[in-house]
């Protein structure tokens, strides 16, 4: 079995790099344990009372991993300030100020779904920041479009924990041993199938959607295959990891567009819509905000919204208009 950072090291990762990646499997690590005591003793299920600077209501384990990373990364050395999900502001670590790199990250991703034992994940950026090592970090280093992302990954806390991610030469997919609580290499240089049969959306906005995103999510359900059986089948968990896991492995395509709700999209670029475009260029697929390739934006603001579509190439295709 291939550990982790023996797979680093013989990828030729850089030591500063591999040391944010040992401070990711320590922190979540730390959070897989509290997620599988869910429901014993201190409980950490439900709302913590308090509201993200984007108005949503934090739960106990959004600030409890929020609160892991942060000491991870701080205590490792190479990251010099951070910007995560359930942070107002980008956070600079003076006490390793001369870290070479930034990150960007959404602690626990589908929230909503903490109480119901259902998937959930962590999702992180990382970026080579922009001004010199020792001075203040400026915007120029959190706002970067995705492009220019060094490694990309996230945690899925589910019937295992994985961790898959890219240093830009391939997707790779590794599994949490329990007994060691040392990951191992599961499936090296993953490829999203070119097609896939997942479509998968939030359909109660559909009213919301513009005309080509209707008559796409119409496509899915008349579209028959050779054997006239129905050619797609709906699957959505509502953790983008998850959602996004499903589809890297079986083929599909996941879908947040703007809503009434939600009028930029409800994703966030820097902590979800990046990482998991990087992932999915890394493995044969893409990112869109529906007119633009994600990787391609050039963000204005750290806690920036936009639509998001990502997945099997043949079906960004046909969900961009390509039909
Ligand atoms: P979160 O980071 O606050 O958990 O929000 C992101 C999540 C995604 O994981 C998921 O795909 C989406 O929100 C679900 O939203 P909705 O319930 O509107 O379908
Ligand atoms: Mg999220």
């Given at each position: 079995m291939?550990?982790?950072?023996?797979f680093?090291?013989s990828?030729?990762v850089?030591?500063n790099?591999?040391?944010?990646?040992?401070?990711i499997h320590k922190?979540?690590?730390?959070?897989?344990n509290?997620?599988?005591r869910?429901?014993?003793?201190a409980?950490?299920f439900?709302a913590?009372g308090s509201?993200?600077?984007?108005?949503?209501?934090?739960?106990?384990?959004?600030v409890?991993a929020?609160?892991?990373?942060?000491?991870e990364?701080?205590?490792?050395?190479?990251v010099?300030?951070m910007?995560?999900?359930?942070?107002d502001h980008?956070?600079?670590?003076?006490?390793?100020l001369t870290?070479?790199?930034?990150?960007m990250i959404?602690?626990?991703?589908?929230?909503?779904?903490?109480?119901v034992?259902?998937?959930?994940?962590t999702?992180?950026?990382?970026?080579?920041r922009?001004?010199?090592?020792g001075?203040?970090l400026?915007d120029?280093?959190?706002?970067?479009?995705g492009?220019?992302?060094?490694?990309?990954?996230?945690v899925t806390?589910s019937?295992?924990?994985?961790?898959?991610?890219?240093?830009?030469?391939?997707?790779?997919?590794?599994?949490?041993?329990?007994?060691d609580?040392?990951?191992?290499?599961?499936?090296k240089?993953?490829s999203?199938?070119?097609?896939g049969?997942v479509?998968?959306?939030?359909?109660v906005?559909?009213?919301?959607?513009n005309?080509e995103?209707?008559?796409?999510?119409?496509?899915?359900?008349d579209k028959?295959?050779?054997?006239?059986?129905?050619?797609?089948t709906?699957?959505?968990?509502?953790s983008l990891?998850?959602d996004?896991h499903?589809?890297?492995?079986?083929?599909g395509?996941?879908?947040?567009?703007?809503?009434?709700d939600?009028?930029?999209g409800?994703?966030?670029l820097?902590y979800?819509?990046?990482?998991?475009?990087?992932?999915?260029?890394?493995?044969?697929g893409?990112?869109?905000?529906g007119?633009?390739?994600?990787?391609e934006i050039?963000?204005?603001e750290?806690?920036?919204?936009?639509?998001?579509?990502?997945?099997?190439?043949?079906?960004?295709?046909?969900?961009l208009?390509?039909?």
């Amino acid at each position: 079995m291939t550990s982790l950072s023996s797979f680093l090291n013989s990828e030729n990762v850089s030591p500063n790099l591999a040391s944010i990646f040992e401070a990711i499997h320590k922190a979540s690590v730390t959070v897989q344990n509290e997620v599988s005591r869910a429901g014993l003793g201190a409980d950490i299920f439900g709302a913590k009372g308090s509201e993200n600077i984007q108005g949503e209501q934090q739960q106990k384990l959004d600030v409890y991993a929020d609160e892991c990373f942060i000491r991870e990364f701080r205590l490792c050395g190479s990251v010099a300030g951070m910007a995560s999900e359930e942070q107002d502001h980008a956070l600079q670590f003076d006490e390793s100020l001369t870290g070479e790199y930034v990150v960007m990250i959404d602690p626990l991703d589908g929230s909503s779904n903490i109480d119901v034992n259902v998937a959930i994940g962590t999702i992180f950026a990382i970026y080579k920041r922009l001004t010199p090592a020792g001075e203040n970090l400026s915007d120029k280093d959190f706002l970067q479009a995705g492009i220019h992302q060094v490694a990309s990954g996230y945690v899925t806390y589910s019937v295992s924990t994985q961790l898959v991610f890219s240093t830009g030469n391939g997707t790779h997919m590794f599994t949490l041993n329990p007994e060691d609580r040392d990951y191992y290499l599961y499936k090296k240089s993953v490829s999203f199938p070119e097609d896939g049969k997942v479509y998968s959306i939030n359909e109660v906005n559909l009213d919301d959607f513009n005309p080509e995103l209707k008559a796409y999510a119409q496509h899915c359900k008349d579209k028959r295959g050779e054997n006239g059986k129905r050619k797609y089948t709906g699957r959505y968990i509502g953790s983008l990891v998850a959602d996004f896991h499903r589809n890297l492995l079986k083929g599909g395509i996941y879908v947040y567009p703007a809503t009434t709700d939600s009028p930029k999209g409800k994703l966030r670029l820097l902590y979800e819509c990046n990482p998991m475009s990087f992932l999915a260029k890394n493995a044969g697929g893409r990112g869109s905000d529906g007119l633009q390739d994600i990787l391609e934006i050039k963000p204005t603001e750290l806690h920036q919204r936009c639509p998001f579509y990502v997945g099997s190439p043949i079906m960004m295709d046909e969900a961009l208009g390509n039909l």
